[in-house]
């Protein structure tokens, strides 16, 4: 816990708040001083950012502003003391080489790609990059892999934080690991190449590959892992478990591995537990916490939470309290009852569950829940609301619906305007329709991806 407070002061103090130009400026407008923010309650009071708050006008652009910007006499301020002497020595050893090393620490030198509503990218040092592959070997633990497992990567070749993170992982515990692509062929033509022992597969199209694999006649005999990367819902491990069964492969290993949007390490379930305790985190490296998804502020009463991020002793892009989108059930700080590991466990994962990609009756976009909840939270004209998604009956197009009961001396129909220019303010689109509901009328069926937002589909 003390090293924990300490990573967290350093992050925050020494990191974040002097050299990223945009949390500088944020904690200024909240009025916060760094050392108040830098410790484990300090940042539990930090409201919540996501890539909404960062770039309101969904231009990816913003999001440059939240790399650190380092320079040599800051580095001398802020680095940590055996960093510095070492940096300091090799200045006057070798000159050159102390820039070399600033460098290694505060470059950006790596970028992957991340986002839910907007795609943005995030940017690594070759010191961050370390952290990752070291990261990695643990995961390679936690997931019972070792140095003789063979893997194939069949994840679509952009560069994501997920494939980053997996080829590091296999770097930094010695497997030899195979990127063919996502594609049916060049998989199957990979699995005849290299005896694999593990496949890393998109979580949603996992079952669907697996058979398209028999079907192409490829070896899946050797493979005694499946890792589902982007984590995994129920139907979706129930779905592969079945697939394996049809190809022949009934003992085969179901887990899932997880890196949150705009993060950079993956998090995974224990071999152990084969998926049932949750995916394991790593304490030196992050703070995982939950706030209330429709306030992105501490979490209050029952209903799905969303899962927050603080990265500690990662430069390049820098996350406080940032919101992945991703809702949970919970955060479990006691040892996994499978595997005994002391690590914080995330448990009841549903990835991305508060950005849909919606079939509006405009057209296809991601719809971010949390941009419209936001246009809603605390006026003055509502008394209470719902969100509500729903599937049109006239012409199956997916609809937003927003149920609203205005304020006892508020007009109705001018709350209804007002409601549909907020939302769009906020969520980049308008409601399909807002509803004037009388006190006590709201609708209450649905899936809760919030305490007031409802999902019928
Ligand atoms: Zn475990």
């Known amino acids: 816990m003390k090293q924990r407070e300490a990573a967290v002061r350093s992050q925050v103090v020494d990191a974040v708040a002097p050299f990223s130009p945009w949390w500088k400026a944020r904690l200024k407008t909240l009025g916060r001083k760094a050392a108040d923010v830098g410790s484990l309650a300090g940042l539990s009071s930090l409201p919540a950012v996501g890539e909404r708050d960062v770039c309101p006008d969904g231009d990816p652009a913003g999001m440059a502003a939240l790399v650190l910007q380092g320079t040599e006499s800051g580095f ?5 003391g055996p960093v510095l002497r070492r940096a300091l020595a090799s200045r006057l050893a070798r000159p050159g080489s102390y820039r070399a090393i600033v460098e290694a620490d505060t470059r950006p030198t790596s970028f992957v790609w991340a986002g839910l509503g907007l795609r943005y990218p995030v940017a690594s040092t070759r010191s961050d990059l370390d952290l990752v592959a070291r990261a990695g070997a ?3 633990q936690v997931l019972g892999l070792t140095r003789s497992d063979v893997v194939v990567n069949a994840l679509p070749t952009t560069p994501t934080a997920s494939t980053r993170a997996l080829e ?3 770097l930094g515990a010695g497997s030899p690991l195979l990127a063919p692509g996502d594609d049916v062929e060049a998989v199957a033509g990979a699995l005849r190449l290299v005896p694999a022992t593990a496949l890393a597969v998109s979580a949603s199209v996992a079952a669907q590959l697996l058979d398209d694999l028999d079907e192409a006649g490829a070896v899946l005999d050797t493979v005694r892992t499946v890792l589902l990367v982007g984590g995994a819902y129920d139907d979706e491990r129930a779905a592969v478990r079945e697939a394996l069964q049809r190809v022949g492969a009934p003992e085969c290993a179901v887990l899932a591995v997880h890196v949150p949007e705009g993060h950079r390490v993956l998090w995974g379930d224990c071999r152990e537990s084969g998926g049932r305790t949750g995916l394991h985190t790593y304490p030196d490296l992050e703070v995982v916490q939950l706030v209330d998804p429709e306030t992105g502020e501490g979490a209050t009463g029952s209903g799905p939470l969303e899962v927050v991020v603080t990265q500690l002793g990662f430069r390049g892009s820098a996350l406080l309290r940032w919101r992945t989108g991703d809702l949970a059930t919970g ?5 996994c009852p499978s595997c005994g590991r002391t690590v914080p466990r995330v448990t009841g994962l549903r990835p991305g569950a508060l950005v849909l ?9 991601q719809v971010d829940l949390r941009g419209v909840s936001a246009a809603l939270v605390g006026r003055a004209d509502l008394v209470d609301w719902r969100i509500v998604i729903g599937r049109s009956a006239r012409d199956d197009s997916d609809e937003v619906l927003v149920h609203v009961v205005p304020a006892d001396d508020a007009d109705p129909a001018e709350v209804a305007v007002a409601v549909a220019r907020d939302v769009r303010a906020a969520a980049g689109m308008l409601p399909t329709q807002v509803v004037v509901a009388e006190d006590g009328e709201l609708p209450a069926e649905g899936a ?5 937002v409802l999902s019928r589909q």
Do not use: M
Not at 76 to 80: K, Q, T, V
């Open 76 to 80: 001398a301020l802020h680095a940590e």
């Open 138 to 140: 643990r995961l390679w």
């Open 168 to 170: 590091l992982a296999a």
């Open 331 to 335: 955060i479990d700080e006691t040892p």
């Open 357 to 365: 990609p919606l079939d509006l009756r405009t057209g296809l976009r």
């Open 448 to 452: 809760h991806l919030g305490q007031r």
